[in-house]
């Protein structure tokens, strides 16, 4: 199964509180930090609501 590589690019200040705890629950902390989660439908929602402030990549 593909795993996508989720790294948090730009800071939650000033976002919604739904964006916040979304961000959370992947995983992430801080600016740069970087996670590796399976490439399921439940992931690909949670990278969609916070898009603005991650990048995604592909990993084998």
Same mark, same amino acid.
């Given at each position: #199964?593909?795993?996508?590589?989720?790294?948090?690019?730009? &800071?939650? $200040?000033?976002?919604?509180?739904?964006?916040?705890?979304?961000?959370?629950?992947?995983?992430?902390?801080? $600016? %740069?930090?970087? =996670?590796?989660?399976?490439?399921?439908?439940?992931? %690909?929602? #949670? $990278?969609?609501? =916070?898009?603005?402030? =991650? &990048?995604?990549?592909? =990993?084998?």
């Amino acid at each position: #199964m593909a795993r996508l590589k989720v790294t948090q690019l730009r &800071s939650v $200040i000033g976002n919604k509180q739904n964006q916040r705890h979304t961000l959370r629950s992947l995983g992430l902390k801080r $600016i %740069r930090d970087v =996670v590796v989660k399976e490439d399921r439908p439940e992931i %690909r929602g #949670m $990278i969609a609501t =916070v898009t603005h402030l =991650v &990048s995604v990549e592909e =990993v084998d």
